[in-house]
Structures are given as structure tokens and as C-alpha cells.
């Protein structure tokens, strides 16, 4: 356990946190209301590909953003889902949350402290971003001017 965190009241989470955006945030900000020290599990890209999730941003840039999120006081890799309780007890975990998709997914760790599922944020994602990328991508653009070019020829003949 670190000296600094040995004083506080220590919040732990866990996430991917992939094309970083205000949900994360927002959740990171909620969490640490609810102590003084904030610890940020980070999925490695190993992991991730156990949990079946395609990121975009590798584990080293997305575990320096997490750690230079004003509300966080410690960033550390998440490489298995049992890690949770060793995690837990060396850094004198008072309080475990996550947003609320995970809900009653970690009761199990209510034996170790306590446990929050806190309310997501609404209207954004990792996943919606990803597609967002995918629309302004230069060939799918090119590919909808050729599909506009052949619907306006279309439209002319039928005039
Ligand atoms: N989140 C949120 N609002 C959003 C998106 C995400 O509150 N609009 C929260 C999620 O509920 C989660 C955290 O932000 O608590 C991180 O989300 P992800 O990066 O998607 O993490 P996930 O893939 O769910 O991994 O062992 C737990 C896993 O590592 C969690």
C-alpha cells in the first residue's frame, strides 16, 4: 500500500477507458466525492482481448491519460478480473464503484468494503465514438459521394 494512500480514504475502479471522453470523466469525478485518494484500474490490451473488446487507443497512452485526469491519484494496469480483492487489500480500499451497466456485477467484493454502482452518463460511449471515426473516415466518404453521384444520375433519368 502507498505511504499517501495509507492516510486517506481510498475509491477504487477498474475500466478500459478507450478514446477517453466525459462519461469516464464524469464517473472518475462522482467516485472521487466519495473518498480522498482515487485509483484507476486500467485494462491492458491483453486483457481487453480476453473481455472480446477492440480498442483503439494502446494501453500505454490510455493508462498516461487516466493518470493525468486531475481526480486521479493513481493509475495502475487491470490484467485479470481476479485481481480485484488483492488490489483491494493492498491499497486499504474503503469504497469499490463503478457505473451502474455493472450493476450487481461485484457484490462479491462487498466482504472486502463497500460497494457503488454509480448512474452512467447518457449519450456517449467508446463504441459510439469509434463509429462517429468510422463515418468521417476519408474512403467511407468517397464511397458515399460515389453512391450520391449514381442516386443523382438516377434521379435525373426520371425527371
Ligand atoms: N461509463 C460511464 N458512462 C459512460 C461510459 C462509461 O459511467 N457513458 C463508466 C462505465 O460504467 C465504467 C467506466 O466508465 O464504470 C469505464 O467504462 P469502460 O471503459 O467501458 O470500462 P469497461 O470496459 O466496462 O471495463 O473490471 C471492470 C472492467 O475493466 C470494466
Known amino acids: 500500500m502507498s505511504?499517501?494512500?495509507q492516510r486517506k480514504k481510498?475509491?477504487?475502479t477498474y475500466g478500459t477507458f478507450d478514446l477517453f471522453h466525459?462519461?469516464?470523466l464524469n464517473l472518475l469525478e462522482r467516485l472521487k466525492a466519495l473518498g480522498d485518494y482515487l485509483i484507476v484500474g486500467v485494462s491492458t490490451d491483453e486483457f481487453n482481448a480476453g473481455k472480446g473488446k477492440q480498442t483503439i487507443i494502446p494501453f500505454v497512452d490510455r493508462l498516461k491519460i487516466v493518470q493525468s485526469?486531475?481526480?486521479v491519484d493513481l493509475a495502475i494496469a487491470e490484467e485479470s478480473w481476479t485481481q480485484k480483492a488483492d488490489d483491494i487489500r493492498r491499497y486499504g480500499v474503503s469504497v469499490f464503484g463503478m457505473g451502474a451497466d455493472w450493476e450487481g456485477k461485484f457484490d462479491?467484493?462487498?466482504q472486502y468494503c463497500e460497494v457503488v454502482y454509480l448512474p452512467?452518463?447518457?449519450g456517449i460511449s467508446s463504441?459510439?465514438?469509434k463509429q462517429l471515426t468510422r463515418v468521417l473516415d476519408k474512403g467511407h466518404i468517397e464511397d458515399l459521394k460515389q453512391a450520391l453521384?449514381?442516386?443523382s444520375a438516377i434521379v435525373d433519368k426520371l425527371e
Open 3 to 5: 505511504p499517501e494512500s
Open 10 to 12: 481510498v475509491v477504487l
Open 22 to 24: 466525459v462519461g469516464h
Open 69 to 71: 485526469v486531475k481526480c
Open 108 to 110: 462479491d467484493l462487498r
Open 120 to 122: 452512467r452518463t447518457e
Open 127 to 129: 463504441t459510439s465514438l
Open 149 to 151: 453521384g449514381i442516386i
